[in-house]
């Protein structure tokens, strides 16, 4: 993995995590050092911006496009993230449902 996904750059997300991949709690310290490290080539090649040299860089553009599973960390971890940040969050209420609305109380000025 020497060669294959360089990037001059750190990999910052601040739209979803503005204090910082590490600070915000979805990620383990390897994880987030994996992103902050690797995420710029990452994010290049899902997005076909950068071609794939390596064997490890053809099969993660395989596993992004969802042609194959996640097999390595750096994958696995990339598909945490896209998970996190792309799909809508779900949420859980108490309630049951719609709120209910009480029978006729009409007023009527007579």
Do not use: C
Not at 56 to 67: L, P, T
Not at 76 to 96: A, D, E, N
């Amino acid at each position: 993995m020497a060669e294959s996904f360089i990037s001059p750059r750190r990999f910052t997300d601040n739209k979803n995590y503005p204090r910082g991949l590490a600070r915000h709690g979805d990620y383990t310290i390897k994880e987030a050092q994996l992103l902050e490290k690797h995420g710029n080539a990452l994010l290049e090649l899902e997005s076909g911006s950068r071609a794939p040299i390596t064997e490890e860089e053809k099969q993660f553009v395989a596993v992004s496009q969802g042609n194959a599973d996640p097999k390595t960390d750096i994958e696995k971890v990339w598909m945490k993230y896209v998970q996190k940040t792309r799909q809508p969050k779900r949420f859980h209420t108490l309630s049951g449902g719609k709120p209910q609305v009480e029978g006729a109380d009409e007023f009527i000025d007579e």
